[in-house]
């Protein structure tokens, strides 16, 4: 399946009249052609066959970048250079906007096109009637043959191709294999979401390395789950495993996007106990369906794209107060999806928060037990996915994934539960209710219901590991795990958040995302400008642009775990404050109170404070920088003992020191 709406050799792009390039372009456009979209094709060939003049090559206009759900103008091969135009037809600036979208582009070729790995690549952005500017030709700090981006008018594009052309070594691209080459993307979950909502599947917008078990395969092997349910009239239960990043909540949305009909009894929906992961995933969905319309000639309003969107994600405790108003009706839904549903309340936190908000007395189910009762409610069939993150309760009250199994085993006898093979490691904490499974019937273990490997970080698959031996205080198999990583993942240490934060801007590239993420007990780094207890809107922070001072991209509003688990950053700086230090028998974990630290002693609140600083440290993407405060001697709050430990046992994993 061709990528591109058009493409030819360089040679006959230039003997075609407008009329039959146009004519292959308006065939293979996926919206209503619209005039300014006509005018501004006619514009890009007729500029191009003027500059083209002399050069041999290829040539493809609207080349697709599924990730991104966008589409390059026009990509030229030349020689040794792979040249991304992005044409701004009268225009007359340069916005940074218009030049982060090029440099978007250019990345995703270079990051995730196995065949433009090894060439040079030129971001060329063209402002039709901008003045003519003397071209400026460079790589990124990176040097990985990337180009900054070059802005040129009209008259300057002929020059500008010259002298990349001269500036570039290597080998001639091969057009053939080039056209041949695999697109493996690791999009971020909110360009996976965007994507898979406008109709792609998982297949398309994932890598497909023989490394990992291909989320395919999983999606699959619950599509499998679903018929069989379907067809024989029973209810199913699946627990999906897999380590942070791995693509559970991709997983997810992939099946909750092929059945959103809701005429449909496979009906079905993405649910969530994560608040700022709903809320943001809603709204990202929401804006792109407003440009996409917006492209197409149409006009729709923000309202009503994120009400139509609402069906399809939703906040799992919407779902229940949904299920709580009619106890007997079963819901639209026969297939529900729960993204960490290891975070669902037990007994105890939801019968509290039942009589305190909901003003229900005796309410005697835990979480998992009450929403499998709902979906019980249907007489013939239902399923329900659940997906588990190891080592990801955060919060008082979350019951693990023991807690799924044992409502299944103590209500719902007649439920089939198909489970992940590697549900038995340690970090899930469901050996005693696993116990209770060995004698049940229709229990079912199957291996591609567990992702092992990190799709998060698309430059070294090993960082989950390498956190978790961190924090486990394996030095040694930490030692050895980062050597296969920094070459590719960049981490690096320092006291000094200034120079963190300026590490960050010299890391990213075009709109790639970097923020601030610290655990919600760093109440000490307020010296730092670091608030905890400030509010900030995640939306903002996560989707809003380089200009806008409530995003990321500013550096002063920042994240807490609970603002992050299920996203990324592509570049993340974690802060790391007196709550949780090293020491030689293990962490020793604390919470601020009025003017002092306080020793934490429940086991469960020690291991929370673990987990957090677990979700913190696996964001990132492509590289970390961690920050360990000095302290104040003259500050009994920030004494620099609590932090010098720390910093010292991160210096001896390796990490850069900057």
Known sequence: MKREYYSDSIANFKKSTTEEILGRLALNNDFTLIQTQRGAWVAEINILRKVLATYNGSIYFEYSIPRMGRRIDVVLLIGKVIFVLEFKVGECEFTSCAIDQVWDYALDLKNFHDASHN??????????????????????????????????????????????????????IDIDQWENGRYCPTPTIIEAAITL???HSVAEI????????NLSQTSEAIAEIIKSSREHSHKSICLVTGVPGAGKTLVGLDIATKHIDSDDDLYSVYLSGNGPLVKILCEALARDKVWRSAEAGEK?????ARSDVKAFIQNVHHFRDDCLLNQKRPPVEHVAIFDEAQRAWNLEQTSAFMLRKKNTPDFNFSEPEFLISCLNRHPDWAVIVCLVGGGQEINTGEAGIGEWIDSIVRSFPDWHIYISSRLTDSEYNAEKMLEKLKTRQGVTYQEELHLAVSMRSFRAEHVSLLVKQVLDLDTDSAQQTYLKVKDKYPIVITRDLGKAKQWLKSKARGTERYGIVVSSQAERLKPHAIDVKSPMDPIHWFLDGKNDVRSSYYLEDVATEFHVQGLELDWACVTWDADFRYSVNGWSSFSFCGDRWNNIKKEERKQYLKN??????????????????????????????FYDVTYAYLAEIGFTVI
Request: net charge negative; aromatic share 6%.
């Open 300 to 304: 729709i309003r923000i309202s009503t």
């Open 612 to 641: 957090a600083y677990r979700v913190l440290l696996t964001r990132a993407r492509q590289g970390m920088v961690i920050v360990v405060p000095e302290g104040d001697v003259d500050d009994h709050t920030r004494n620099p003992e």
């Open 206 to 213: 994932t890598r497909h390395d023989a490394s990992a078990i």
């Open 119 to 172: 060439h040079y690549i030129a971001p060329i952005l063209i402002a039709t009637e901008a003045k003519s500017t003397i071209p400026f030709v460079t790589v990124t700090p990176q040097n990985d043959k990337l180009l900054f981006p070059i802005k040129s008018d009209t008259a300057q594009l002929g020059c500008v191709i010259d002298q990349v052309l001269n500036f570039a070594d290597g080998n001639e």
């Open 197 to 199: 909502y406008n109709n």
